[in-house]
Nanobody, 123 residues
Framework: QVQVVESGGGQVQAGGSLRLSCVAS????????MGWYRQAPGNQRGLVAR???????RYLDSVEGRFTISRDNAKNTVYLQMNSLKPEDTAVYYC?????????????????WGQGTQVIVSS
């Protein structure tokens, strides 16, 4: 079994900061890319930031320069440091990890999602 668990959401005023964390645990052979998505009410879930196992990163244009994604491979953890938060950043933030497990002696690669953590930015 693989679990992906986020933490660190909350409510903050515009201009403030929050740090999200996400830990993957279980029978993991390898973790490939990890990322953060968000979904605001009435909107589709979309990519916020992504980081590969080698450390290559990609950001949504609107968060570039304000958000920083990083990971600790030894701890199977990915972080999202969010600075200069705006009300439009309000959403449920989901962690996703591209994980390889071994089943019946064969590698299986799949995306595993966390349950989401709420971020509310008030003006």
């Amino acid at each position: 079994q693989v679990q992906v668990v986020e933490s660190g959401g909350g409510q903050v005023q515009a201009g403030g900061s929050l740090r999200l964390s996400c830990v993957a645990s279980g029978s993991i052979a390898a973790i490939n890319a990890m990322g953060w998505y968000r979904q605001a009410p009435g909107n589709q879930r979309g990519l916020v930031a992504r980081i590969t196992s080698a450390g290559a990163v990609r950001y949504l244009d609107s968060v570039e320069g304000r958000f920083t994604i990083s990971r600790d491979n030894a701890k199977n953890t990915v972080y999202l440091q969010m600075n200069s938060l705006k009300p439009e950043d309000t959403a449920v933030y989901y962690c996703v990890a591209d994980i390889t497990v071994i089943r019946l002696g064969r590698p299986l690669q799949n995306d595993y999602w966390g349950q989401g953590t709420q971020v509310i930015v008030s003006s």
